[in-house]
C-alpha cells in the first residue's frame, strides 16, 4: 500500500514506487506507463515541491500512453528531506550541476531506463534539466522547460544560507516580498500576492 500522501499521485494514475542510489539514499518517485517503453519523460519539481504535489503539473501534458513518465523527489525534498537534515554541514545539492548529477544518479539505480529521455523541468527543476542536458548529453534527448529558475545569485544563496528563504512563502505578505524579489513591480506584486500565497 503506497503511503496516503501519494494519493494525489495515485488518483492521476501514478504509481508510487522507490529506487536506491548508489549512496544509499532512497528515493520515493511516481511511475506511469510502461517500463519497456521506447521513451522515457523524467519530470523535475521545483522548489518547495515534491514529487505528489508536481504530480498534477505532469498529468496536465496529457503524455500519451507510449510514454514512461517519473517524477522523482528532488535532493533534500519530500521523502529526501529527512537524509538531507541528517547530512548537516556536508549537505549538497544547491547547485543545479549537483541536483542534475543526482537525477543521473536516480536513472542509473533504476537500471531499466531506455536511451536518453526527455527531460520536462518547473522552476529548479527547469535549472537541473539544463544542468543535465550540459553535463550528461548522453542521458538526454530533449528538455522542456517551464519558468526554469537559472539565475540563483550569490546574494540570494547567502540568504538562503541564514535561513531567510524567500521562495518558500505561505502568506500574502510573504508572496508580496518574493514577488517583487523577481522584478514583479510592487503594484502587481501586491495585486497578485493573495493569488499565489493560496497556490502554497
Known amino acids: 500500500m503506497a503511503p496516503?500522501?501519494?494519493?494525489?499521485?495515485l488518483e492521476l494514475g501514478?504509481?508510487?514506487?522507490?529506487?536506491?542510489?548508489?549512496?544509499?539514499?532512497?528515493?520515493?518517485?511516481?511511475?506511469?506507463?510502461?517500463?519497456?517503453?521506447?521513451?522515457?519523460l523524467l519530470a523535475l519539481h521545483g522548489m518547495t515541491m515534491d514529487r505528489v504535489s508536481f504530480a498534477s503539473f505532469v498529468a496536465a501534458l496529457q503524455i500519451p500512453d507510449g510514454v514512461r513518465v517519473?517524477?522523482?523527489?528532488?535532493?533534500?525534498?519530500?521523502s529526501r528531506l529527512g537524509h538531507a537534515v541528517s547530512l548537516g554541514p556536508k549537505y549538497a545539492g544547491w547547485t543545479a550541476t549537483e541536483r542534475a548529477d543526482d537525477a543521473a544518479a536516480?536513472?542509473?539505480?533504476?537500471?531499466?531506463?531506455?536511451?536518453?529521455?526527455?527531460?520536462y523541468g518547473f522552476s529548479m527543476g527547469?535549472?537541473?534539466?539544463?544542468?543535465?542536458?550540459?553535463n550528461h548529453p548522453a542521458s538526454v534527448d530533449r528538455v522542456v522547460l517551464l519558468a526554469p529558475a537559472?539565475?540563483?545569485?550569490?546574494?540570494?544563496?547567502?540568504e538562503t544560507g541564514r535561513g531567510h528563504i524567500r521562495f518558500n512563502y505561505q502568506t500574502a505578505e510573504q508572496a508580496v516580498e518574493f514577488l517583487e524579489v523577481i522584478g514583479v513591480p510592487a503594484a502587481l506584486a501586491r495585486a497578485g500576492a493573495p493569488a499565489a500565497a493560496r497556490e502554497r
Open 70 to 78: 517519473l517524477i522523482p523527489d528532488a535532493m533534500g525534498h519530500g
Open 4 to 9: 496516503p500522501a501519494d494519493a494525489a499521485g
Open 14 to 40: 501514478f504509481v508510487s514506487k522507490t529506487a536506491e542510489l548508489k549512496t544509499g539514499e532512497v528515493v520515493a518517485y511516481l511511475e506511469k506507463g510502461d517500463r519497456h517503453a521506447e521513451r522515457t
Open 150 to 158: 537559472a539565475a540563483f545569485t550569490e546574494s540570494i544563496l547567502s
Open 126 to 134: 527547469g535549472a537541473t534539466a539544463l544542468a543535465m542536458a550540459a
Open 106 to 119: 536516480f536513472l542509473a539505480a533504476l537500471g531499466d531506463v531506455r536511451g536518453p529521455v526527455d527531460v
